[in-house]
Structures are given as structure tokens and as C-alpha cells.
């Protein structure tokens, strides 16, 4: 039976959900080590939420050494469908001004040094990942947040960066001439993942900074993203407590079936180790020697 069909994954400065009822900690064991930080269940207005601070309570792990695939994994395990991502972005458009919210539609990859795929090792499949978003699961995310009263821009382009350096200011003009609307450190592979796990991922980007490419202003500092932090984890906050209770709809989306055919590996010559590794994963659709 699935301990929770709700995730949050906390961002920056959100390292514990208000609102959850009857909580207790899991640390489910993956092939890929433990995820960030225990996982907190709970109760909340009647859905099974679980909630994982992606850096780990007191932020300890820098972007590139977020296990990634630990995280997404352990909560497929629990019985995850739907995943909210929060997470703290820099404005790369004039018109997304500190303190508002974007729900992006698109990715751009900037990443180099992390693991985005649980494929490999004699399996191959290849997802659908022309949205990246899961377009239903992001419409209720705008539409909640507008309802709270925070200014949120429907779609953009999230830019994502290695990191843990900000951008040059030759990078930032890039980004924008690319048309990006934000810039972050986290939502790759974390979209990757969860739809190769067949869940719905959708991201509430909290703008707290303008990147380094406004030249009116001080180009962001850490000290800049924590003083605009507090006010947006408060709202990220409520638009959550009204969202997750809402998602109790069946799902019809295409995230729910992203591996239908996207293995294109001969089924008789998938090695039994890996069978076993991504049963969470691919189980449904291999015969039963995946227990062999």
C-alpha cells in the first residue's frame, strides 16, 4: 500500500512543511544510496503527503552532490505520483521582478556533472521529454498560487546551471538572449528523473534576485536570495497547504505511462541484476522473471 501520492521537495529555506498531520520519518534504502534527508509523511486535508528537503536540513549539499536519483527512486517507492518542486531562481526577465513566482514550462541543460538517467547497465530506454513539466499538474500549481495573491508568470524557460557559483555577467546576457525567463541550480535531473519514474512534476520558482545581468543592480549574493527568502517559502507554503488537497483527480496525463514505449531494449536481454534494480521503475512492464 502506497505511503504517500504527494511529494514536496523543498528548496532553499523550505526545510519542513507546515500543515502536515500525523507525521512520521522513513529512510527508504535505493541502489543509489540514501536520498537527502528522512522523509517526512503526513496527513495533509486528507492526502498522503510526503515532504524531502532536497539539501538536506541545515543545507548541507551543495547541487551537484544532490543524489538525485535516490531522491526520486526512494519516493517512487513510497507510492509517489505527483511531485511539487520549490525552488529559489534568479530573474532573467525584466518583467519577473524579486519576490514573484514563475511556473516554467520548458528547461534549457547547463548541467555537466551529474547522473540523469536511471538507465544504462543493459537497459536502455529513451522518454518523451519535450515537456518537461507536467502541464496539468502545473496549471493547478498557477492557478493556486494566483488564488493566495502571488504574482505568478504561467510558463518560461528555467535555465539550469551547474553551479554552486552564481553566473558571469556574460552568462546571464546569454541566458536572456535565449529568451530564458529564470535561472537555477536544481531542476535538472530532478524533472528527468520523475518522469522516467512516470510521475508529474511541476516547479513553483521563487524569483528572489535578478542574476547578474541587470547592471542597475548588485549582482546576487547569497545574502540577497536568503533576505528575499523568507516572504516566498511563506507563500510557497500556503499555495501548498490549498494545492495538495486538490490533488485527488485520477490522472490521465501522458507522465503516467512515459515508459510505455520508451524501452527499447530486447526483453530477453535485460541482465536480472538490473530487472531487479528498476523493478519500481519497469516492473509493469517486463514479464515476471523481473523476481527471478
Known sequence: MAEARVAILGGSGLYEMDGLTGMHEVMPETPYGPPSDTIMIGDMAGVATAFLPRHGRGHRMMPTELPVRANIYALKTLGVERVISISAVGSLDENVHPMEMVVPNQLIDRTRQRANTFFGDGLVAHVSFADPFCATLSAALSETAKEVGATVHEGGTYVVMEGPAFSTRAESLLYRSWGAKVIGMTALPEAKLAREAEMCYATLACATDYDSWR?????????????????????????????????????????????????????????????????????????????D
Open 215 to 291: 547592471e542597475s543592480e548588485e549582482p546576487v549574493s547569497v545574502e540577497m536570495v536568503i533576505a528575499n527568502l523568507s516572504r516566498n517559502i511563506a507563500t510557497s507554503k500556503e499555495i501548498l497547504q490549498r494545492l495538495v488537497p486538490r490533488l485527488t483527480w485520477a490522472r490521465t496525463c501522458r507522465c503516467e505511462s512515459a515508459l510505455g514505449d520508451a524501452i527499447i531494449t530486447d526483453r530477453d536481454a535485460i541482465p536480472r541484476e538490473i530487472r531487479r534494480r528498476l523493478a519500481p521503475l519497469v516492473g509493469r512492464y517486463l514479464d515476471d522473471r523481473t523476481n
